[in-house]
């Protein structure tokens, strides 16, 4: 019995230095294959210590209660007496393995807070808005604002909110329309016949990067999904389902393109417009 109960003790105490061993590899920034072999001493050392027990702890004979007769209370006292008095000291053991488990259990579930953590805060509503607000310019890669007179008719130029060119969900394409195309959307929504459109498909997210001056058309190249500027960037082929979002802009003081808000509608796949 000894001998079995300090087996199923070693093999929890194992358990429980892999999950703080397993915790701390966690806190120094991680490394999977040292991560993956104390995930299993842990999970090995409780599995083992619970075969253990039940193998040379719990009872495994066949009992038979017999259901017609009452034994007379007064003459198995005695012996019930007896019996609780030389399980005892089992009793207390068991409390001690049970403990064991216990604390074994609450490490490993210690350490699974580390990787839960991990995967950052809540997205909360940031993922239904961009860097566009009222006033930014919009600016190249290199951040150099634009005017209208730095766009040619029929072309188009990737943009981003100046201070923010690194913002994937923020570039948006200015497209410089005919004078004989009305600009779609809000008549104060463009400027000069500059319209400006989320270059983020609505498909699968892939970037809308081709143009087609005679149709006045956006490509996407990953599913050929096909977009018409004129009628704001309503899907006319391929799997996209949604528009591309609209941005509205104007200039400033300086003759500078601006965003006049942020865009009013989510950027992106079309999921966004499921109901919730």
Known sequence: ???ARGRILAAVGASMLASIGLTIVYALGGDPQIEGALLGVSLGGIAIGLVLFGHHLLPGDQFVEPR???PHATAERPGVEAAF?????PIERRRAIA?????SLGLLGIAALFPIRSLGTRPGRTLFRTQWRRGRRAVTD???PLQVSDL???SVVTVFPEGHENAADSQT???RLPDDVTPPGPSDWSVSGVVAFSKICTHAGCPVGLYQAETQELFCPCHQSTFSVPEGAKPTFGPATRPLPQLPIGVDEAGFIVSLSDYTEPVGPGFWNRPE
């Open 1 to 3: 019995m000894n001998g």
């Open 68 to 70: 017609d007769v009452i």
């Open 85 to 89: 008095e030389a399980g005892a000291e």
């Open 99 to 103: 403990i064991a488990f216990v604390a």
């Open 142 to 144: 290199s951040g150099r």
């Open 152 to 154: 040619d008719l029929n």
């Open 173 to 175: 394409l200015l497209i």
